[in-house]
């Protein structure tokens, strides 16, 4: 269990997670972390089984642990789908049938992947009430650590509360191999913290909600140390791989510890999680999240940007003052990474920027310039702004064949 005292109203908090491992190599101490456990349940797709699943299978293997494997087609979406398909795999029927008999639940759900298969594991690991744990194959996201899983059900992507990793194992070796737009993507889902925290303190001082300073200086912490690591990504460079993946697995530590998404998820993510769920009512695959949380986060700069020169409430305006560097950072780091853009046609960025404030029960920058009668005006300048200052080229043009 990692625990920390803090001066907010909860006084302490607490997550039951029990190893973070990252390092050089890490997959070979897995066994060894597991080692109290006797029915260990491994799920991966095609794609991360071949990087990382395989070796894990067998190092649970020949220590006698392993109950069974799960390996799913390549992408495997969070969906409501692939959540039923561990499921159903989960247990192990006995080579007898015994009508008397309840199936062979394993005791331990081991996801070998990086965000989808890690949000995909937790809901069945909380669903079933069995301890789960991830060998991360890419620092593509912050929800390692997370106490959330954004689930595809249906045509709507809904945040579910679910189980907390217990370990978390990160090979650099293997992240340093990861595909770049999967570390774009943690990029880009590191980059919205300012935003998100700037709208936890808008929302604590207009409506009162619990606001934790620690874990919101933590937050930030995790933030500044993806953002300077980020600049060598594409290089590869050890160093970056490693701060990119510990300040992904901090963030994701402090939703645990808040209990909620609060202090990493705001406008930036519900704008970008409503345009991928545009994506899934057209029958497409939604983009990698992360790529579209940063687009999110740019978007919502725009708006803060704005809001600080036409606002006349002199509290509001120091609180966006204080993250107009974090901010101008943000924009000299997008010359650098060239992040690219899925959304650029403008009546379908805007209608995610208008649908996005209802996307979850929270209050952001969003609902504040809704309740103004500003928000559709905001939403057009912002993408005026972000196209002319941000955009340098599509995902498609960028990447050509990822996922083709």
């Known amino acids: 269990m990692i625990e920390m005292d803090c001066t907010c109203v909860q006084k302490h908090h607490s997550i039951p997670t029990e190893i973070i ?4 190599h890490a997959i070979k101490k897995v066994a060894d972390i597991l080692k109290d456990y006797r029915r260990v349940f491994m799920v991966a797709d095609e794609n991360t089984y071949e990087v990382a699943g395989k070796r894990v299978e067998e190092l649970l293997k020949n220590a006698g642990i392993l109950s069974h494997s799960l390996i799913l087609p390549a992408p495997a979406l969070p969906n409501a789908e692939n959540v039923g398909k561990v499921l159903m ?6 080579d007898v049938y015994d009508i008397n008999a309840w199936s062979l639940n394993p005791d331990y759900i081991l996801a070998v992947g990086s965000g989808s ?9 909380y669903r079933l009430g069995i301890p789960y744990g991830v060998v991360g194959t890419a ?3 912050d929800g390692y650590a997370s106490v959330v899983a954004p689930l595809l059900n249906g045509r709507k992507k809904i945040v579910y509360n679910c189980s907390i990793a217990r370990h978390i194992i990160i090979d650099l070796s293997v992240n340093e191999q990861a595909p770049y737009p999967l570390l774009l993507a943690g990029v880009g889902d590191i980059l919205g913290k300012y935003v998100a925290i700037l709208d936890w303190e808008i929302s604590r001082d207009r409506n009162g909600e619990y606001y934790c300073e620690k874990i919101a200086d933590m937050v930030l912490q995790a933030t500044a140390q993806c953002v300077e690591a980020s600049k060598n990504l594409e290089s590869r460079d050890p160093a970056a791989i490693r701060a990119a993946s510990e300040g992904l697995i901090l963030s994701g530590e402090c939703i645990a510890f808040c209990g909620s998404s609060r202090p990493a998820s705001g406008t930036e993510h519900m704008i970008a999680q409503t345009w991928e769920v545009m994506d899934v009512e057209e029958g497409k695959v939604p983009n990698l999240h992360g790529v579209e949380v940063g687009e999110g986060t740019f978007t919502a700069v725009e708006m803060f940007r704005r809001l600080y020169k036409e606002t006349d409430d002199a509290h509001l305006k120091a609180l966006i003052e204080k993250y107009l560097p974090a901010f101008d950072r943000l924009e000299e780091l997008q010359k650098t990474l060239r ?7 403008k009546q379908r960025f805007i209608e995610g920027v208008l649908r996005g404030r209802t996307f979850r029960d929270r209050y952001t920058v ?3 310039l809704y309740d103004i009668g500003k928000l559709e005006d905001y939403a057009e300048s912002a993408y005026d702004a972000v196209m002319e200052k941000h955009f340098f080229g599509t995902f498609k043009e960028r990447f050509p064949d990822w996922r083709a």
């Open 21 to 24: 491992e990252v390092s050089d």
């Open 89 to 94: 795999e989960a247990g192990r029927d006995r």
């Open 117 to 125: 298969l890690n949000d995909t594991c937790r809901m069945v690991s």
């Open 139 to 141: 620092p593509s996201m």
């Open 339 to 345: 992040l690219p853009f899925t959304v650029t046609d």
């Open 366 to 368: 969003l609902q504040y």
